[in-house]
């Protein structure tokens, strides 16, 4: 039987029951609305969490700690340092970011660059004319910001001696320390190409005030990253290093007692996991933001499965209907059955016929699903949306853009599904209809 | 003289009904020359339908042969059967059969849509079919807007639209008046002028005046005429008697 013909024939029998077909579909159209709604909620809930956990920063970089080893902490390194991390092990072998581990590091595929940084280790204060400005002071082994994947806003990312590269919030922590009560608020200092003044405070044995002043020139404002960039001023690491020298009075051989952290910048933020891995693998600790994404993946991956499965259940029942209604309809259609057999219907063509008729039943509550769904999504998002952003200016969070999300393979999924499930569930009966003896299906009563 | 196009050799149908066996046929043989009127006649229960389904491969026999045009049916699988019914055999039944929710034209497509004839073709045919038996103007009537007679004709209609060389009629005539009655045995005889093999079931003896050959069948055995007429005459009056008992 040719495809066309099998078609037009389905297509007909279907629309010679409208109203028992509508009402076998109704049941699939709310089973497929299930199906989308509910996934498409627990997909704007990842996307919703994810698009906030943009602010934890480049999925491409990699932060790498070193392990010490032994008791552990024996450096006196730099405060203010990486993200603290309790070592586990104190019996791990002590693992340095030396030079030669640097190289290590930087021979591993899909690694783009390897620069590392640290922090002054010792209370400081920015000067800007009148202004004072409390901000984090990053230096950092590179002389191009923009190996890091940084972009200026405005000026350069590069780096120089003399130089500063500013993150694009650093104006706005700048306050006027002799502003007196009622006086107005000066505006954030425009920084590009001026002069701001870095003071670095020690105290000696007796607790005497010492101070250090750099004068340094604000060469680029950094974009907004929506991390600790924003907040942040970049250094030359050699400044930093001598600053810290100064601060602690000895001299820091980075060879010997290895760099506090570093950045490792990779090619493809799918790689970062394994990049990670591998690092740690090394003895190193190593902390990917895109492993919190994945927990955080995770997590919705199972919403999501558990929406899907209330919406499959949706449609096990509208299953059961679709099954029920062909068993029905070729009982009734015993004799049209013997009749197609008799005027030389092969088993074949039957099974093909009631299948089709099943799986267009399937089709067509599916069709009608993913429109109620689709629907239903866009006013859920609106409604939520709504309630969403009041919330959000209430707490002064970032309104969501998104609620409920619909990609584009979720209705054609969607559409496939229902297809199948129609087909499935007319398995049985059109079996029982091909596998007829002609004689007896035609004698039926 | 032709050889034989239908040759059925010691063919037995029996039906287990709990603990009996129905012996609907019980050892048939016989030939059946090609383009031959066969009426096939017999009481109530003799056999004949199930003769003709086996015939139209519309069954299976418990034992014994049936070759068509020099092809085993009983060795036939499912498949084979369908496509022998499909090209060789139109088949027309005594309640006409016909698709209640379809119109008399899309009845007589019917068939050839598992034929992938064209679908403009089949059109062309199924109305060509129709005008043949008299049912032209009739093309867009459901069966319950048809009469007996008429719905009958569409069957007939229906039969011929894979142009078979084999017409089977199982009491094509039983639901009818005389009236249409005769005009669908005519249209079956003209079928047989035009080259056709046509065999129909029948206890209606006016029927027979259109047939070349006749078979009888006795409580599934074929017997000869002479046989056939004297328990015909035995049975009515066995019936006669037992009213006059009452
Ligand atoms: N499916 C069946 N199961 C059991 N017995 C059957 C079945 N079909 C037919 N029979 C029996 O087989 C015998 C022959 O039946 P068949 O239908 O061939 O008779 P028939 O000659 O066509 O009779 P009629 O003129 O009444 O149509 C009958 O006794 C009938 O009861
Ligand atoms: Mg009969």
Redesign the interface.
Known sequence: ??FF?LL??ILGNLS?RKARVALTAIGVVIGTAAVVILVSLGIGLQKSATDQLYGIGDLTLIDVMPTYGGEGGYYVGSGGGGPAISLSSELQEPALLTNSALEQLRLIPGVKAVIPRDYLGTQTVIRYQRMEGGVNIIGIGTNDLSTLGMEAGQGTTDLAKGTVVIGVMTPYNFYDPYQRPGQETPPPPELLNEQIQLIVIKWDQDGNEIRKTLSLRVTGILNETGGEADYSIYLPLDLVKSMNEWAYGTRINYNKTGYNQVIVKVEDPNQALDIADQITALGFQAISPQSFLQGINNTFLILQLVFGGVGAIALLVAAIGIANTMAMSILERT??I????????????VLSIFLGEAAGIGFIGGLGGIIVGWLAAQAINVIAIIYLAGQASQQGGAPPSVAVYTPIWLPIFALIFSTFIGMLSGLYPALRAATM???QA?KYE | MDSPLIRITDLKKHYQMGGTTVRALDGVSLDIEPHTFTVVMGPSGSGKSSLL?LL?G???STSGQISIGGERLDQMD??AL??F???T?G?I?QSY?L?T?MNAAENVS??M????IP?AERNQRALQLLEQVGLADRAHHRPAELSGGQQQRVAVA?ALV?NPSLILADEPTGNLDTASGVTVMQLLSELHRSGRTVLVVTHDPRMTRFATHKIYLLDGHVVDEDEYQSAALEMSQGSNESLEIK
Do not use: C, H, W
């Open positions: 039987m040719k013909d037009r024939l010679r004799r049209e013997g009749l197609m057999k008799a005027v030389g219907a092969t088993n074949r063509d003896i002609p004689v035609l | 389904y139209g519309l069954d299976r499912e498949n369908a496509l019914r499909r090209r055999l088949f039944f059969n698709i929710s019917f068939p849509q598992f034929t992938g679908n229906r894979n």
